[in-house]
T-cell receptor, first 116, second 114 residues
Framework: AQSVTQLDSQVPVFEEAPVELRCNYSSSVSVYLFWYVQYPNQGLQLLLKYLSGSTLVESINGFEAEFNKSQTSFHLRKPSVHISDTAEYFCAVSDTQTGSARQLTFGSGTQLTVLP | DGGITQSPKYLFRKEGQNVTLSCEQNLNHDAMYWYRQDPGQGLRLIYY???????QKGDIAEGYSVSREKKESFPLTVTSAQKNPTAFYLCASSVNRDTGWPQHFGDGTRLSIL
C-alpha cells in the first residue's frame, strides 16, 4: 500500500514569484508519480507524470517536478506564477506492478492562491 | 471534442432514496473510474472498470453500485445504504486497462441531502 502526504494545505504567493508545492510518498515498491490540477467546480487535469527515465518532468505551462527516490519526494515547482495558476493541486502515486497499477492514491491537496 | 460528460451537475437526494449519476465518454477509453471527493481528503476510489461487463470495488464501495453495459457508459448509483453521500463525485477514464491512472476527468456531480 502507498500513502501520499502533501505538507501544505494552503500556499499563498504573489504573482511572478516562485512556488514549490511539496509532496512526499511512502511505498514498499516502485512507483509512478503524478500531479493533477483542479480548477473550481471542475474535474482534475493531469499536469505531469513520472513513469521512468529522467527524474525531472515538465508540463506545457511551466511547471516541473523532480522525483527524488532517496527522499521519497515529488515536489512541484514553477519559477514564476500567474493569477491563472490559482487552483488546487493533487499529488498521486501508483505502484508499478501489473494488476495493481490502476489504483491511484491521492494526497489531500494543496490550494495554491496567486495574489496580485 | 472528445471528453467525459457527467450529469447532472447538481443532485439532491431524499432520505431512503437511490440516485444515479451518469458518466458518458466518447474517448474510446477502456477503463473508467468513479471517485468521491470530500474537502481536505483528496479523492477516494469507489469503483473502477477495465472492460465492458466487468468492474471492481475500490476503497469505499459500500453503499454504491455500478454497471458497465457499454464501453461509453459507467453510471454510479448511490443507494440508501450510503449514510453520508454528500460529496463531489468525479468520473474518469484511461485509454487502456493497463494504463492504470486516470487521464481524463469529467466536471463532476455535486450530491447533497435534502
Amino acid at each position: 500500500a502507498q500513502s501520499v502526504t502533501q505538507l501544505d494545505s494552503q500556499v499563498p504567493v504573489f504573482e511572478e514569484a516562485p512556488v514549490e508545492l511539496r509532496c512526499n510518498y511512502s511505498s514498499s515498491v516502485s512507483v509512478y508519480l503524478f500531479w493533477y490540477v483542479q480548477y473550481p467546480n471542475q474535474g482534475l487535469q493531469l499536469l505531469l507524470k513520472y513513469l521512468s527515465g529522467s527524474t525531472l518532468v515538465e508540463s506545457i505551462n511551466g511547471f516541473e517536478a523532480e522525483f527524488n527516490k532517496s527522499q521519497t519526494s515529488f515536489h512541484l515547482r514553477k519559477p514564476s506564477v500567474h493569477i491563472s495558476d490559482t487552483a488546487e493541486y493533487f499529488c498521486a502515486v501508483s505502484d508499478t506492478q501489473t494488476g495493481s497499477a490502476r489504483q491511484l492514491t491521492f494526497g489531500s491537496g494543496t490550494q495554491l492562491t496567486v495574489l496580485p | 471534442d472528445g471528453g467525459i460528460t457527467q450529469s447532472p451537475k447538481y443532485l439532491f437526494r431524499k432520505e431512503g432514496q437511490n440516485v444515479t449519476l451518469s458518466c458518458e465518454q466518447n474517448l474510446n477509453h477502456d477503463a473508467m473510474y468513479w471517485y468521491r471527493q470530500d474537502p481536505g481528503q483528496g479523492l477516494r476510489l469507489i469503483y473502477y472498470s477495465q472492460i465492458v461487463n466487468d468492474f471492481q470495488k475500490g476503497d469505499i464501495a459500500e453503499g454504491y453500485s455500478v454497471s458497465r453495459e457499454k464501453k461509453e457508459s459507467f453510471p454510479l448509483t448511490v443507494t440508501s445504504a450510503q449514510k453520508n453521500p454528500t460529496a463531489f463525485y468525479l468520473c474518469a477514464s484511461s485509454v487502456n486497462r493497463d494504463t492504470g491512472w486516470p487521464q481524463h476527468f469529467g466536471d463532476g456531480t455535486r450530491l447533497s441531502i435534502l
